[in-house]
T-cell receptor
Framework: DAGVIQSPRHEVTEMGQEVTLRCKPI?????LFWYRQTMMRGLELLIY????????DSGMPEDRFSAKMPNASFSTLKIQPSEPRDSAVYFC????????????FGEGSRLTVL | GQQVMQIPQYQHVQEGEDFTTYCNSS?????IQWYKQRPGGHPVFLIQ?????EVKKQKRLTFQFGEAKKNSSLHITATQTTDVGTYFC????????????FGKGTSLLVTP
């Protein structure tokens, strides 16, 4: 299996621009998670989906952030408009239930907002 | 949701020395997971502990789950430079049912 695939790996943009991060989970995994990692706040859960349905989005910072999962093999995290404080590494992870429940992380998308 | 605290935040050891990181919760945990993240990499699952007092070993790594299921530890015997990275513990968020909350991690540096 190719694992969780994220794109882009790196994104540098200017404040106010729209950013779209993409994720392809492992085939057959029912759960998909979006995390954000910064030095100050560590790994924060933003939102997660079960069978393409958002279950908990309480970690989404504000209305500028939105996430969708139109089908079982694709999810997006969008930031509009982006701000410098959004600079972080964004990880997507997927999990197969009800086995071990471990998360399989993608390699992350490093976002820099100037 | 349930939160876990990890100590220490950083640890610098000489190769061959032992290393331990601790994970503590104010509430009882149903289970706990450990992940390792190499510099510039992504978190990779190491193990899950479920039972009170459980001890699991993976080569030089020993994982423990406390009797009260409120704390856990990861011990590495005779560290190697390949052990460099950040070690995270993570627990389920009881409010959400399935999401994992991660501790801040312990960053391990091993010098030859």
């Amino acid at each position: 299996d190719a694992g969780v695939i994220q794109s882009p790996r790196h994104e540098v943009t200017e404040m106010g621009q729209e950013v779209t991060l993409r994720c392809k989970p492992i085939s057959g995994h029912d759960y998909l998670f979006w995390y954000r990692q910064t030095m100050m706040r560590g790994l924060e859960l933003l939102i997660y989906f079960n069978n393409n349905v958002p279950i908990d989005d309480s970690g989404m910072p504000e209305d500028r952030f939105s996430a969708k999962m139109p089908n079982a093999s694709f999810s997006t995290l969008k930031i509009q408009p982006s701000e410098p404080r959004d600079s972080a590494v964004y990880f997507c992870a997927s999990s197969l239930v009800p086995l071990t429940g471990e998360l399989f992380f993608g390699e992350g998308s490093r976002l820099t907002v100037l | 949701g349930q939160q876990v605290m990890q100590i220490p935040q950083y640890q610098h050891v000489q190769e061959g020395e032992d290393f331990t990181t601790y994970c503590n919760s104010s509430t009882t945990l149903s289970n706990i997971q450990w992940y390792k993240q190499r510099p510039g990499g992504h978190p990779v699952f190491l193990i899950q502990l479920v039972k009170s007092g459980e001890v699991k070993k993976q080569k030089r790594l020993t994982f423990q789950f406390g009797e009260a299921k409120k704390n856990s530890s990861l011990h590495i015997t005779a560290t190697q430079t390949t052990d460099v990275g950040t070690y995270f513990c993570a627990c389920r968020n009881s409010n959400s049912g399935y999401a994992l909350n991660f501790g801040k991690g312990t960053s391990l540096l091993v010098t030859p």
